[in-house]
C-alpha cells in the first residue's frame, strides 16, 4: 500500500518570503502521479500543481513550483513570492498510473502568511 | 459548465440517524469518488463509483456506510445509525470517462456533525 508523510503540521512565513512544504512517500509502482491540494478555510480542495513521475523535469505553475526526486521518493513544493491569499492547509498525495483513480493523501501542512 | 455540486454543505444529526449525502458531479463525468476528511487529518479515500456499479470501496466501512450512483440522479452515500466518531467532512470527486489520469474535480464538501 501506498503512503504520504508530511512532516511539517505547521509552517508560518512573511508575505514576499519563499516557503518549501516537505514531502515524502512510499510505494512498489514505477509509474504514478504526485499532486500538491491547497485547502483554504472554505475547504475546497484546489489541485495547486501535479506531477507525473515518468518525467525527470520537475512541473511549475507560475509561483508554485516542485523538487520531484524520484529516487528519495521526496516531492515538496515551493512557494515563491508568498502572499496572503496563499494561507491554506497544503496537502501531497499519491495517485497510481492505472486504474481506480484514487489518492491517497498525506495529513497536510497548515500554512500561514503574516502581513 | 457547474462545478461538482454536494449537498447539503452542512448536515446535523442525532445518534442513531441516518444520514444522507449528495453529490452531482461535473456534466459529462461518469466517475465519482468519495472521501472523508476527519478533524486535522488528511482525506481518506472511501469508494469509487461509475454508473450503476460500486469499482472500488475498499475504504468504506464494512457496517452502516453504503453509496450508489444510480443511472440517473446523483450519487448517494448513506450512514446508517450515525454515531460521533462519523463526524467528519465527506467530499465527493469526479471525473470523466476513460482509464487514463484525468484531473479529479472536488465538491465543497458536507460537513457532518453527529450530536
Known amino acids: 500500500a501506498q503512503t504520504v508523510t508530511q512532516s511539517q503540521p505547521e509552517m508560518s512565513v512573511q508575505e514576499a518570503e519563499t516557503v518549501t512544504l516537505s514531502c515524502t512517500y512510499d510505494t512498489s509502482e514505477s509509474n504514478y502521479y504526485l499532486f500538491w491540494y491547497k485547502q483554504p478555510p472554505s475547504r475546497q480542495m484546489i489541485l495547486v500543481i501535479r506531477q507525473e513521475a515518468y518525467k525527470q523535469q520537475n512541473a511549475t505553475e507560475n509561483r508554485f513550483s516542485v523538487n520531484f526526486q524520484k529516487a528519495a521518493k521526496s516531492f515538496s513544493l515551493k512557494i515563491s513570492d508568498s502572499q496572503l491569499g496563499d494561507t491554506a492547509m497544503y496537502f501531497c498525495a499519491f495517485m497510481k498510473d492505472q486504474g481506480a483513480q484514487k489518492l491517497v493523501f498525506g495529513q497536510g501542512t497548515r500554512l500561514t502568511i503574516n502581513p | 459548465n457547474a462545478g461538482v455540486m454536494q449537498n447539503p454543505r452542512h448536515l446535523v444529526r442525532r445518534r442513531g440517524q441516518e444520514a444522507r449525502l449528495r453529490c452531482s458531479p461535473m456534466?459529462?463525468?461518469?466517475?465519482v469518488y468519495w472521501y472523508r476528511q476527519l478533524p486535522e487529518e488528511g482525506l481518506k479515500f472511501m469508494v469509487y463509483l461509475q454508473k450503476e456499479n460500486i469499482i472500488d470501496e475498499s475504504g468504506m466501512p464494512k457496517e452502516r456506510f453504503s453509496a450508489e450512483f444510480p443511472k440517473e440522479g446523483p450519487s448517494i452515500l448513506r450512514i446508517q445509525q450515525v454515531v460521533r466518531g462519523d463526524s467528519a467532512a465527506y467530499f465527493c470527486?469526479?471525473?470523466?470517462?476513460?482509464?487514463?489520469?484525468?484531473?479529479?474535480?472536488f465538491g465543497q464538501g458536507t460537513r457532518l456533525t453527529v450530536v
Open positions: 470527486a469526479s471525473s470523466p470517462p476513460g482509464n487514463r489520469y484525468t484531473e479529479a474535480f
Open positions: 456534466k459529462g463525468h461518469s466517475h
